[in-house]
């Protein structure tokens, strides 16, 4: 994992929110060999797709050091990434695993892993300066996937867009503005895709239409 050089849009040492920075440090005292700080954005600097999931699985990015690497969740979204042609492998299971992403990028609403998966509205709001500064640097993007309704309301935010303007939904499109789309999809979590509110059919179908919407944006 290549970390970003520019503290505003990372910071691996970032407390900023008591609590989870608490829930890190007893995470490491526990699972000693787990990363247990705030994990970074991994993939393409010139991505046209950029993904934005909600946090760190506490045994999954919190371990491993790279979104969605190594937990449930990730099984799908790097099948599908791969399946795509977006990626050189389907699977993640380490951030030296050699993985790559092409034209696509991974981050999330909040860096650190919360407790139950669940980040207070505050911790969102504080964390949220690190997604603006990074959508602000990521020029060549056209299209923003949330996964999930947290990471669509993080992103306007970011952009400063009025979260009511833009509903979320499975399948959603929103026309940002000339040259930037937001798609709505479920969060590819277990509790989702084993419920079969999310299948991988509708998974993939959301994020072929990203990448349809990507090539057709202004170039």
Not at 21 to 37: F, I, K, N, Q
Not at 159 to 180: Q, T, V, W
Request: hydrophobic share 40%; net charge positive; proline share 6%.
């Amino acid at each position: 994992m290549i970390e970003p050089a520019s503290s505003a849009i990372y910071d691996s040492s970032c407390t900023r929110c008591p609590r989870l920075a608490s829930y890190l440090a007893e995470a490491h005292r526990r699972y000693p060999d787990y990363w247990c700080r705030p994990v970074g954005p991994f993939g393409d600097p010139a991505a046209r797709i950029v993904l934005v999931g909600l946090a760190p699985g506490l045994h999954g990015a919190n371990r491993t050091a790279r979104p969605f690497t190594g937990d449930f969740a990730g099984i799908l979204l790097y099948e599908t990434l791969f399946e795509l042609g977006l990626s050189n492998h389907r699977e993640a299971s380490s951030a030296n695993d050699g993985l790559e992403l092409y034209g696509a990028r991974i981050t999330n609403a909040v860096k650190c892993a919360p407790p139950e998966n669940k980040p207070t509205p505050e911790e969102i709001r504080r964390c949220n300066t690190y997604l603006a500064a990074e959508l602000a640097t990521l020029q060549g993007a056209r299209v923003l996937v949330a996964l999930g309704r947290i990471a669509h309301e993080a992103i306007l935010i970011a952009l400063a867009l009025k979260r009511a303007s833009f509903r979320f939904a499975h399948g959603s499109e929103h026309r940002l503005n000339d040259a930037l789309y937001l798609v709505d999809s479920y969060h590819c979590s277990r509790y989702n895709t084993q419920t079969r509110r999310l299948t991988p059919e509708m998974f993939k179908h959301v994020l072929a239409r990203a990448c349809e919407l990507a090539r057709t944006g202004n170039p």
